[in-house]
């Protein structure tokens, strides 16, 4: 499965974090911001372009010094928190 981020967002620094910022018609529909982690920029790039889970443990593995079973277990932790948050379609 393909996951993507909605339109609507803006990454933005904010006191030294990255934030995801919902911008226009998102603002109605989530309300605040969302706090990412540098990993978790990483990721919302990679949704940005659209990715499934074997994209985003691939990006992890390449990146940071982790196996691919941790990776996996954080990919899938983050994706469920994007959908609860109502930031991906």
Do not use: C
Not at 17 to 42: F, K, W
């Amino acid at each position: 499965m393909t996951y993507k981020v909605k339109d609507g967002f803006i990454i933005r620094e904010i006191g030294g974090n990255t934030m995801a910022v919902p911008v226009g018609t998102q603002t109605s529909e989530i309300h605040g911001m969302i706090a990412l982690s540098e990993s978790g920029a990483l990721l919302w790039k990679e949704l940005e372009k659209g990715a499934d889970i074997t994209t985003l443990v691939n990006v992890l593995t390449d990146t940071y010094e982790i196996d691919s079973l941790t990776a996996t277990a954080d990919v899938e932790r983050f994706i469920e928190n994007l959908k609860e948050q109502g930031a991906l379609i």
